[in-house]
T-cell receptor, first 115, second 114 residues
Framework: AQSVAQPEDQVNVAEGNPLTVKCTYS??????LFWYVQYPNRGLQFLLK??????LVKGSYGFEAEFNKSQTSFHLKKPSALVSDSALYFC?????????????FGQGTELSVKP | DSGVTQTPKHLITATGQRVTLRCSPR?????VYWYQQSLDQGLQFLIQ???????AKGNILERFSAQQFPDLHSELNLSSLELGDSALYFC?????????????FGPGTRLTVL
């Protein structure tokens, strides 16, 4: 069965410091991995995805994520956090063998960036 | 703005009632997905339609149903509502049904069942 784990419910970072939001996954075939961000009272906004190719994926708002097949991880990173990055972050996965197209989401990680 | 629209933004109703949530996908997108977000279950996939046909089903209750119309908008019908159905309901759309397609989410409909 497919699954995604975000081991940290909350991550606290000082503005200007690097941030990492962790994600690990489990699928039977090759994974397709996504990161979304949810601001209060808003929908999910797409940040980036990994399909194939370079393990380092660059996305919106200066975010990037590193795919690590051996560790089955897809951690989200940003070199210098902004207060405006404070939000709820979701990692999601699809299995290449999944014909339905549905996304399996992690439980979410609340990122808090303090000035 | 993702280009996906959902109405209404908020819905307050009583137990036992029936409601309809509406979604318009991004221009040109053929696939529509419905998800439920609640505090205890997180984000759960409900159902997917592609060009008017049901494509995949998740943990959708029998009291819930959906359809996609010829103009590609979709409706999610929730009936015999229970307190536990209170949640944020998202619609997402993508161009096709490839597993590599990005799903773009609407702003959601917040349903409160009293």
């Amino acid at each position: 069965a497919q699954s995604v784990a975000q081991p940290e419910d909350q991550v606290n970072v000082a503005e200007g410091n690097p941030l990492t939001v962790k994600c690990t996954y489990s699928v039977s075939g090759n994974p397709y991995l996504f990161w979304y961000v949810q601001y209060p009272n808003r929908g999910l906004q797409f940040l980036l995805k990994y399909i194939t190719g370079d393990n380092l994926v660059k996305g919106s708002y200066g975010f990037e994520a590193e795919f690590n097949k051996s560790q089955t991880s897809f951690h989200l990173k940003k070199p210098s956090a902004l207060v405006s990055d404070s939000a709820l972050y979701f990692c999601a996965v699809r299995d290449e063998n999944n014909q339905g197209g549905k996304l399996i989401f992690g439980q979410g990680t609340e990122l808090s960036v303090k000035p | 703005d993702s280009g996906v629209t959902q109405t209404p933004k908020h819905l307050i109703t009583a137990t036992g009632q029936r409601v309809t949530l509406r979604c318009s996908p991004r221009s040109g997108d053929l696939s529509v997905y419905w998800y439920q977000q609640s505090l205890d279950q997180g984000l759960q996939f409900l159902i997917q339609y592609y060009n008017g046909e049901e494509r995949a089903k998740g943990n959708i209750l029998e009291r819930f149903s959906a359809q996609q119309f010829p103009d590609l908008h979709s409706e999610l019908n929730l009936s015999s509502l229970e307190l536990g159905d209170s949640a944020l309901y998202f619609c997402a759309s993508s161009g096709a049904t490839r597993n590599t397609d990005t799903q773009y989410f609407g702003p959601g409909t917040r349903l409160t069942v009293l």
